[in-house]
């Protein structure tokens, strides 16, 4: 039994030994996977490292002539400030003398539109003394008129009733006048 038991501790030596060994190998593949990941990573890093340089080397060349071209418009746009303040200062005097024409012309209009609204309350005046006038007259018209038309028709009546009665008499006077020949008739 001790050397069955040797045997097994000699066969699980064995195989603890193989295991070591499938670890060791497999430890060995990932080691040297890892360490060409990491050679490529470094290569890639140094790449980017150096594409960064250069445009950074490329970018500063545009800063610089950037620079140079806004310096150059810096200059012009002062040249133009300059222009434009002048001009600026021309169209404010030219502004001051419209402004002080203008404020005469201002005064002058006052002046005349208070010569015009005293005018135009005279008028007004006179109109609304017009208007009461003609409203009475109006008034008296149309009082007039209805004092006729109530005449016309107390004429249209009073002519109404006449032939009405007209009327009534020739056909009462035909009934008579064709009674009495109805009897002198009957006495023949």
């Given at each position: 039994?001790?050397?069955e038991?040797?045997?097994?501790?000699?066969?699980?030596k064995?195989?603890?030994?193989?295991?070591?060994?499938?670890?060791?190998?497999?430890?060995?593949?990932?080691?040297?996977?890892?360490?060409?990941?990491?050679?490529?990573?470094?290569?890639?890093?140094?790449e980017?490292?150096?594409n960064l340089?250069?445009?950074?080397?490329a970018h500063?060349?545009?800063?610089?002539?950037?620079?140079?071209?806004?310096?150059?418009?810096?200059?012009?746009?002062?040249?133009?400030?300059k222009?434009?303040?002048?001009?600026?200062?021309?169209a404010?005097d030219?502004?001051?003398?419209?402004?002080?024409k203008?404020?005469?012309?201002?005064?002058?209009?006052?002046?005349?539109?208070?010569?015009?609204?005293?005018?135009?309350?005279?008028?007004k005046?006179?109109?609304d003394?017009?208007?009461t006038?003609?409203?009475?007259?109006?008034?008296?018209?149309?009082?007039?008129?209805?004092?006729?038309f109530?005449q016309?028709?107390?004429?249209?009546?009073?002519?109404?009733?006449?032939?009405?009665?007209?009327?009534?008499?020739?056909?009462?006077?035909?009934?008579k006048?064709?009674?009495?020949?109805?009897?002198?008739?009957?006495?023949?």
């Open positions: 039994m001790v050397k038991s040797q045997d097994e501790l000699i066969k699980l064995l195989v603890i030994e193989e295991i070591k060994n499938k670890r060791n190998e497999e430890l060995d593949r990932e080691m040297n996977s890892y360490k060409t990941r990491l050679r490529r990573l470094r290569d890639d890093i140094v980017k490292e150096n340089n250069n445009q950074l080397e500063e060349a545009v800063l610089e002539k950037l620079m140079q071209v806004n310096v150059e418009q810096e200059d012009i746009l002062r040249e133009y400030c222009e434009a303040e002048r001009k600026c200062l021309v404010r030219v502004y001051d003398r419209d402004l002080s203008l404020n005469e012309l201002k005064e002058t209009l006052e002046m005349q539109l208070s010569a015009t609204s005293n005018h135009y309350n005279s008028l005046n006179e109109c003394e017009q208007n006038l003609f409203m009475k007259l109006k008034k008296e018209r149309e009082f007039a008129m209805m004092q006729a109530a016309r028709m107390a004429n249209f009546e009073k002519n109404r009733a006449a032939r009405i009665i007209q009327r009534t008499w020739r056909a009462y006077y035909e009934r006048l064709s009674r009495k020949k109805k009897r002198s008739r009957k006495k023949r």
